[in-house]
Nanobody, 116 residues
């Protein structure tokens, strides 16, 4: 069964940190590019960060550059998103995304709420 399972979301105060994890199963994780998207209430889903297969290249939305770091561990079939200095604007549902050519997979999402 193909599955992307996110974890690590929660409630955090402004300036705090969270690390999201996405565990993959049922497909060859290492050959897929992986990304994190988020969707804030009333807004469209947006790309937050991506990492190529092999991890040689990463890309970030301007709004998270310098604060978020995406990484992957192919031995554990897992992609991570380290989020530092979180702000209320970072609130939303964070989704894990896998892509190889025309094959696209989505996780069910994990809620991140930044509030005092």
């Amino acid at each position: 069964q193909v599955l992307l399972a996110e974890s690590g979301g929660g409630l955090v105060q402004p300036g705090g940190s969270l690390r999201l994890s996405c565990a993959a199963s049922g497909f060859t994780f290492s050959i897929y590019a992986m990304s994190w998207y988020r969707q804030a209430p009333g807004k469209e889903r947006e790309l937050v960060a991506s990492i190529t297969s092999g991890g040689g290249s990463t890309n970030y939305a301007d709004s998270v550059k310098g604060r978020f770091t995406i990484s992957r561990d192919d031995a554990k079939n897992t992609v991570y998103l380290q989020m530092n200095n979180l702000q209320p604007a970072d609130t939303g549902i964070y989704y894990c995304h896998a892509r190889r050519i025309v094959n696209v997979l989505w996780g069910q999402g994990t809620q991140v709420t930044v509030s005092s």
